[in-house]
């Protein structure tokens, strides 16, 4: 009789102990699917994305984009207080080449801010969190579909609240201006680039979000300006190693003018890996 007591006490408490264990997992898993879009979270990632268009506007051509972007957290050094974080953006783009089926594949200009992350007012007491840096675009592309054949420069800055339970609300901003050309031929460039970023959590690690499309607005006259909008869900997975993070979105363009051959359906096909506990 003894034993059997022993057996179900022992059986109670592991019980008790993996329903802890459980818990803990699920909450770091929301705790990441509510950063894993924030642009001011300092979490390490690598993000593999296909952006898949079976439809687009004045051309009859499929395109697609591969891209990847590695989110590197940046410690504060000794004579720089403030923690940084750096996103590059690597595309290798199929394009439409005109109103025909005929496309090509060209690597795009790569681009890159540098966000620093400010503490004040204080993240943990008023959900608020911001940033502010530069950002780079770098001539990489070698055709003028794919690149504007310019060295660009400008502000870029975010803002976050995730004040709400569940809930994230913020934006990412970005605006780069040319400075100098690798072509005679090139034209200046001046754009606004702005992402709304919304994602609620459900549990478990899963999220549906609107935070993967960007409107751009070209400030020179009769140059594009495109407002897609995009909705997804996604889902993070613990593991023995670096957590994942799978999901998709589908982007519609709700306006376009001037902007000749552009996306007007999107499938966007993500999977992240995610490293909370790395910052360099």
Do not use: C
């Not at 059986?11 to 699920?26: E, H, P, R």
């Not at 950063?35 to 001011?40: A, F, G, I, R, S």
């Not at 690149?147 to 420069?153: K, M, R």
């Amino acid at each position: 009789m003894k034993l059997i007591v022993v057996a179900v006490l022992m059986a109670i408490v592991a019980t008790q102990k993996w329903s802890i264990a459980a818990d803990s997992s699920a909450a770091e898993e929301d705790q990441l699917a509510r950063e894993v879009d924030d642009p001011t979270a300092i979490l390490a990632q690598l993000k593999f994305e296909d952006l898949y268009t079976p439809q687009n506007f004045s051309t009859a051509a499929q395109t697609n984009t591969l891209q990847f972007r590695p989110f590197l957290p940046i410690h504060p050094f000794a004579f720089f207080p403030l923690q940084q974080v750096i996103r590059p953006t690597l595309k290798l783009e199929t394009l439409a080449t005109g109103a025909s089926g005929s496309t090509i594949t060209e690597f795009a200009d790569m681009q890159l801010f540098d966000l620093f992350i400010l503490n004040w007012p204080d993240p943990q007491q008023t959900g608020f969190s911001w940033a502010v840096g530069p950002t780079f675009v770098f001539p990489t592309g070698r055709v003028p579909k794919a690149g504007d054949h310019a060295w660009q420069l400008g502000p870029a800055g975010a803002a976050i609240y995730d004040g709400i339970p569940h809930l994230m609300l913020g934006f990412l901003w970005q605006e780069p201006m040319s400075f100098a050309y690798t072509n005679s031929s090139a034209k200046p460039q001046s754009q606004f680039e702005f992402q709304p970023l919304i994602s609620y959590t459900l549990g478990h690690g899963w999220y549906v979000k609107s935070a993967d499309s960007t409107w751009s607005i070209n400030w020179r006259h009769n140059t594009s300006t495109t407002l897609p909008i995009s909705l997804g869900v996604g889902n993070v997975l613990k593991t023995k190693g670096p957590e994942l993070n799978p999901w998709i979105s589908f982007e519609w363009t709700a306006y376009h003018q001037y902007a000749g051959i552009t996306p007007k359906y999107t499938l966007h096909f993500g999977f992240n890996l995610l490293f909370p506990h790395l910052e360099l």
